[in-house]
């Protein structure tokens, strides 16, 4: 059993900051990609950032030059840093991480966080 658990959200002004946070444990044997993904109500889910073992990324168009993802694979965590926040950014901000639980697993199942509201104040 795999848990992704978040933390950082919150009521923030615009441009203001936030940083978010996310921490993976349970039955891992590796994680590939890590991710951000948020939802506005009435919305779809979108992509915010993802992040790949080795490092390479890749940023929705609207946070690109504001959000930054990194992460510390020793302790399968991974984190947003959101600068220039704008009242659009308000959502719900889920973790995903990309899990193989055992050698023996060739594949990777995808795993998502509760979600952590961000509200950005006009």
């Known amino acids: 059993q795999v848990q992704l658990v978040e933390s950082g959200g919150g009521l923030v002004q615009a441009g203001g900051s936030l940083r978010l946070s996310c921490v993976a444990s349970?039955?891992?044997?590796?994680?590939?990609?890590m991710g951000w993904y948020r939802q506005a109500p009435a919305n779809q889910r979108e992509l915010v950032a993802v992040?790949?073992?080795?490092?390479?990324?890749n940023y929705g168009d609207s946070v690109k030059g504001r959000f930054t993802i990194f992460r510390e694979n020793a302790k399968n965590l991974v984190h947003l840093e959101m600068n220039s926040l704008k009242p659009e950014d308000t959502a719900v901000y889920y973790c995903?991480?990309?899990?193989?639980?055992?050698?023996?697993?060739?594949?990777?199942?995808?795993?998502w966080g509760q979600g952590t509201q961000v509200t950005v104040s006009s």
């Open positions: 349970g039955s891992i044997f590796s994680i590939n990609g």
């Open positions: 995903s991480a990309d899990i193989r639980s055992s050698p023996s697993q060739t594949y990777e199942l995808r795993y």
């Open positions: 992040i790949r073992r080795a490092g390479s990324t």
